[in-house]
Nanobody, 124 residues
Framework: QVQVVESGGGSVQTGGSLRLSCTASGRTFSTYTMGWFRQAPGKEREFVAGISWRDGSTTYVDSVKGRFTIFRDNAKNTVYLQMNSLKPEDTAVYYC?????????????????WGQGTQVTVSP
């Protein structure tokens, strides 16, 4: 059984920064492709960023390119999402997810393991 746990959410003002962390256990972390998703009230869950286990390649949704960075530390079994220049529209519950295939998919259905989510609130 794989356990995924997020941390690091909070409240910031527009232009501020937050770093989310996600640990995954239960299997060799270095063989998980990891993704970050978010879900705002009344909206569908949206892909934010992903990082492949095979080559460390990354993918981002257009709305966060240049502002968010996903990176991983396999020695700590942790993936991070560094969020800079935050905007009110970034407000959502952020979820971390893991999949065993090396490719990154933007579809939530492509990830087998999910965390409980962490709230990020950006005020004007």
């Amino acid at each position: 059984q794989v356990q995924v746990v997020e941390s690091g959410g909070g409240s910031v003002q527009t232009g501020g920064s937050l770093r989310l962390s996600c640990t995954a256990s239960g299997r060799t972390f270095s063989t998980y492709t990891m993704g970050w998703f978010r879900q705002a009230p009344g909206k569908e869950r949206e892909f934010v960023a992903g990082i492949s286990w095979r080559d460390g390649s990354t993918t981002y949704v257009d709305s966060v390119k240049g502002r968010f960075t996903i990176f991983r530390d396999n020695a700590k079994n942790t993936v991070y999402l560094q969020m800079n220049s935050l905007k009110p529209e970034d407000t959502a519950v952020y979820y971390c997810a893991a999949r065993s295939h090396y490719s990154i998919t933007v579809s939530p259905g492509g990830y087998a393991y999910w965390g409980q989510g962490t709230q990020v609130t950006v005020s004007p």
